[in-house]
Every structure is written in structure tokens, then in C-alpha cells.
């Protein structure tokens, strides 16, 4: 008899990792660079909080490898979230447009400036935001007013901007939804935390708009601990967000003078040693992320009734995190079961943002593909060192 769908998907998995390397998390950070030696540095060099040269390098390597002009380096990916809000001008009752399909950071990002997060549908080509519905959306709801941001009819606010994320690594459709904005005259803001090295038509996630957001949190592709930054095209810009990331503070000597409500959001100097380290890392992080999916896309061919999500057209992912899509809503949780009694620690996507009690209330378009997506993706053990050659290998080899 066949096994049932659960226990094809461990076998599955049991052949394709590496053995005697669990339980395995879904996504752990990998320090095989000059991680010790910078930190070591760093820590010798006294100066590890908010000033020191490892910032400065940090930011000048992030802007090199998105090709975005300028990087200001912060505590995490929501304060660089919330400090483009503020840089765009968002404010209380404008209305956000967000997936309701992202990581809860979105949304509270636009509720941190007093604003509403508008939730809208998921593209199945992308797993990001659909700029086409979202277009649809706004013509059944939205009045344009040229030269200006549009007005939702039903709640007579401002529609000021969009937030694309970039889901597990893979772009959004990011020209046509740049089309769509211009057409409304709605600001676009990036949410590439989760996209750092992932390409769209040959350009960087992180520099498809004029401010992007990335993070750097133990999870992410790459870490500094905790960590984000913003990436910005205009220098006036770059320089604002500085300043309002160090409290608003005029340069003095001495002297406490602030001309502003800023924040203590600046990224201290011992993680950004860590993060030069780490950067250096990328490309042969992501050569191990590309060799994983790939892994998982040709094992998973066998299996009837599931599909490897794989990069939109036009795109190069860092699969970020693998999804693993069912057929059937109905074996997610017993997927989800079998897989965490066999020590692979699989996820769910996260809820949706509009179905949690604090953005209930919230304006949405229909979600007919987030929610069918909510209910039949399952994310797949993806650190790097599980690929064929990463750190788990190596151990193998050597014991
Ligand atoms: C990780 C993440 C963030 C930011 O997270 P921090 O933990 O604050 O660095 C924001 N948006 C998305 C989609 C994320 O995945």
C-alpha cells in the first residue's frame, strides 16, 4: 500500500538532508567568514555602540551589493520600516496599503505612525503583493485624484502608500506595480527584509524603489544579531533618516540640541562588525540556498498532490525560506504534525494580518489567494548549511 501523503513528505526530507543534523530549525545563521576576528575587533577597539567604523563599512557594502546609492544601518527591519513611514510622510488616518499575507512587521510598522494598514490580495506567480487586483481594488473603491494620492470612498482617507514584500525571497511583480502607483499617486515602500540578494530583471531587491527596508535578524539570509537598514536613492533623504535614527540630534561637541522627535533606532558597531563579516558571506550563501531549493524542487517532483514553490519569471530568489504548496488544505496539519514528530520544524505562513484582533477593523480588499495559500503552504527546513557542501556536510565529512 502507499504510504499516505505525511510520510512521503518525512521520507522525502530524510533522504535529502543531512542525516544526524536535527532537530532541524527552519531557518539557522551560519558564521564560516571572519565573523570571530571583526567582532574580536571590534570588542578591542572599545567603541561598540553607536559610533564606529563598522557601521560606516557595513552601510557602504549593503549599498554595493543592492546597488541602492545610499544604506543607513538601524536596530532591526521594523524600526527601518517604521523610520521610512515617517520619511514618506505617513501619518495618522492615512490609509497603507499591505498583503495581508506578510510578516505582522508591516502592518505595525504603518500603526507606529498612526496610520491604517489596507490589506490586499497575493499574486499565486509571486507570493507577493498582486498589483493588478490591487488595481482592480482601487478602481472599485479609490477616487484618483491627479497630483495627489487617492481617497478610499468608503472611509473619505488618504491612500498614501504601498508596501511590497517580497515573500520568503521571491519579487513582487515590482514593474507593474510601480505602474499602478504612478498612475494613483501612491509612494512605494519596499519591505525587502526578507530579499537581500534576490533580483528582479537583473536588479536588486531593495533598490526597485526609492526607500527600502531590510533586516538582519537571526533568521534572516544574512544577521547581525539583530539588525535592518533603510536604502534610499536620495542623499537628502539618506541624511534625514540618519539623523532622525540617532534622536534627532544637531552635531555639537557637547551641546544636547535636538531639532526633532527622532529615534534611538541607529545600529550599534559590535553588530555591525558582525555584519561586515557576514556580507562578505552572501554570494556563497546564496549558491547553498539556490542548491537547497533545488534539492527540494527535483525530490519533490516524485510526489503527486505537492509542488517546491520556485522563483517568479524574470527573477533570481534567495530563497529565503522553501514553501512546500499542498493540493489538499486538508493534509496541512497533518503535515505539519508528522513533520515536527520527525524533528523538521516546518511552518505554517503566518495568520493573516487582517483576521488578528488588533487589525480586524482594518480596511481589505478580497483574499480569495492569501487565504487559500494560508491554508495549503507549508515552509521547509532552509538554512544554508543543510545544501549539499554547507556546514552540515562538512561536519559529516569530518567526524
Ligand atoms: C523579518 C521581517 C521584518 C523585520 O523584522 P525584524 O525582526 O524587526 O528585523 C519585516 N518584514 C518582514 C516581511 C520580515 O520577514
Redesign the pocket.
Known amino acids: 500500500m502507499m504510504p499516505d501523503l505525511p510520510t512521503r513528505i518525512v521520507d522525502c526530507l530524510k533522504d535529502l538532508l543531512p542525516p544526524d543534523h536535527g532537530p532541524y530549525p527552519l531557518h539557522e545563521p551560519t558564521f564560516q567568514g571572519r565573523e570571530w576576528e571583526l567582532v574580536r575587533d571590534c570588542l578591542d577597539s572599545g567603541w561598540v555602540s553607536s559610533v564606529g567604523q563598522y557601521v560606516d563599512r557595513f552601510e557602504a557594502a549593503l549599498a554595493n551589493a543592492t546597488g541602492a546609492p545610499h544604506a543607513v544601518a538601524v536596530v ?6 517604521h523610520l521610512c513611514l515617517r520619511l514618506a510622510d505617513i501619518g495618522r488616518d492615512h490609509e497603507v496599503l499591505v498583503p495581508a499575507l ?2 505582522i ?2 502592518a505595525n510598522a504603518v500603526a507606529y505612525q498612526g496610520a491604517i494598514p489596507h490589506f490586499v490580495d497575493t499574486s499565486p506567480a509571486t507570493l507577493g503583493l498582486d498589483p493588478d487586483k490591487l488595481d482592480e481594488h482601487l478602481q472599485d473603491m479609490a477616487i484618483r485624484r491627479p497630483g495627489q494620492c487617492p481617497i478610499n470612498q468608503h472611509t473619505g482617507r488618504e491612500i498614501k502608500a504601498v508596501i511590497p ?1 517580497h515573500t520568503f525571497g521571491h519579487p513582487v511583480a515590482m514593474d507593474r506595480l510601480i505602474e499602478v502607483s504612478e498612475h494613483w499617486g501612491i509612494t512605494v515602500i519596499e ?1 525587502a ?2 530579499a537581500l540578494g534576490s533580483t528582479y530583471k537583473g536588479r536588486q531587491a531593495g533598490s526597485l524603489a526609492a526607500m527600502a ?1 531590510l ?3 537571526g ?2 539570509i544574512i544577521t547581525t544579531g ?3 537598514a533603510v536604502l534610499l536613492r536620495d542623499a537628502e533623504t539618506a541624511a534625514r533618516a540618519r539623523h532622525l535614527s540617532t534622536t534627532a540630534k544637531n552635531a555639537h561637541p557637547w551641546a544636547f540640541d535636538h531639532n526633532d522627535i527622532g529615534y534611538n533606532y541607529r545600529m550599534p558597531n559590535l553588530n555591525a562588525a558582525l555584519g561586515c563579516a557576514q556580507i562578505q558571506e552572501l554570494p556563497k550563501m546564496l549558491a547553498s540556498k539556490r542548491q537547497l531549493a533545488r534539492r527540494y524542487m527535483d525530490s519533490f517532483k516524485n510526489i503527486s498532490g505537492v509542488e517546491v514553490y520556485s522563483e517568479p519569471p524574470e527573477c533570481t530568489s534567495n530563497y529565503w525560506l522553501n514553501a512546500l504548496i499542498l493540493q489538499d488544505s486538508r493534509q496541512q496539519q497533518p503535515v505539519l504534525e508528522a513533520m515536527h514528530a520527525a524533528g523538521y520544524m516546518v511552518r505554517p505562513p503566518w495568520r493573516l494580518i487582517c483576521d488578528l484582533p488588533m487589525y480586524r477593523h482594518c480596511p481589505a480588499a478580497p483574499l480569495p489567494v492569501a487565504r487559500a495559500l494560508q491554508q495549503t503552504l507549508v515552509n521547509l527546513p532552509s538554512s544554508a548549511a543543510l545544501a549539499p557542501g554547507g556546514q552540515a556536510d562538512h561536519d559529516q565529512a569530518v567526524s
Open positions: 532591526n527591519g521594523t524600526a527601518a520600516l506578510t510578516f512587521a508591516t514584500m519591505d527584509a526578507e527596508a533586516s538582519f535578524n533568521n534572516k539583530g539588525g535592518g
